[in-house]
């Protein structure tokens, strides 16, 4: 691992080899530099702004978090959205762009959320500027016909982030190769097929997800399967749990039960749903190890969570 020393220290260097009396000359000559070296990394680092320091991971987005910072209904990111009209796009029906205001950090990982059966963008639409202001760009698009299956609704998710990637009037803040999907019900359920289709993607979260398909030992993608204690359209013990329990036993995974939840209860905004999502995105698109705190030690039943599983901790 690389080392990181205190602002303005300069790391020490070996002794050069040689006999007493030897390379004086050179010596000289290297202290000359070293004294240059050091001095001009000096005035490089009082050019920095006030706090500024060579990060330990460059993908690092935002402050530093905390509990109220992730549970809070907006982050530290201003934000803007743009519209992406069905007729502008193939594979998908359209959605909304939400992303940070800023380019100051450079570009952001971006993830992208499908509704469910019968639902449109609307149903998912407060996950956007909510899980931009964090420091994603965020896709809640529409599908092509409200009544998609699972593997469509997969295929959907890979092209919205192929066009967010490559043509959207944001691909400039956007780091191709951190990408995550998300979605409800059989959205949840395309999420894993976008999963098991690309195996490149950092992130997956199903929540109360459906589909028929209820083993996914191919999935390489770290995945949070986010279920309801009260889910009568996708019971968690035929679909999220089997889900998380065919995960493979090597994969960062872990089972998210609400209480006291209901099937669309992903469809309005939700603390616990936005707490544990964020961690998951920023740890595992963002490989920012800041929010393993919210994840392991695995967090413990609440008035809000039924039931938490994982893999801890993390290998990624």
Known sequence: MQQHLPSGTIPPHPSLPGRSGTFTGRSRTLTGLVTACAATAGLLLTGLAPGAQAADNPYERGPAPTNASIEASRGSYSTSQTSVSSLAVTGFGGGTIHYPTSTADGTFGAVVISPGFTAYESSIAWLGPRLASQGFVVFTIDTNTTLDQPDSRGRQLLAALDYLTQRSSVRTRVDAGRLGVMGHSMGGGGSLEAAKSRTSLKAAIPLTGWNTDKTWPELRTPTLVVGADGDTVAPVATHSEPFYE??????????????????????????????????????????????????CPLPRPSLTIAEYRGTCPHTA
């Not at 469809?267 to 707490?275: F, G, V, Y």
């Open 246 to 295: 065919s995960l493979p036993g090597s994969l960062d995974k872990a089972y998210l039960e609400l209480r006291g939840a209901s099937h669309f209860t992903p469809n309005t905004s939700d603390t616990t749903i936005a707490k544990y999502s964020i961690s998951w995105l920023k740890r595992f698109i963002d490989n920012d190890t800041r929010y393993e705190q919210f994840l």
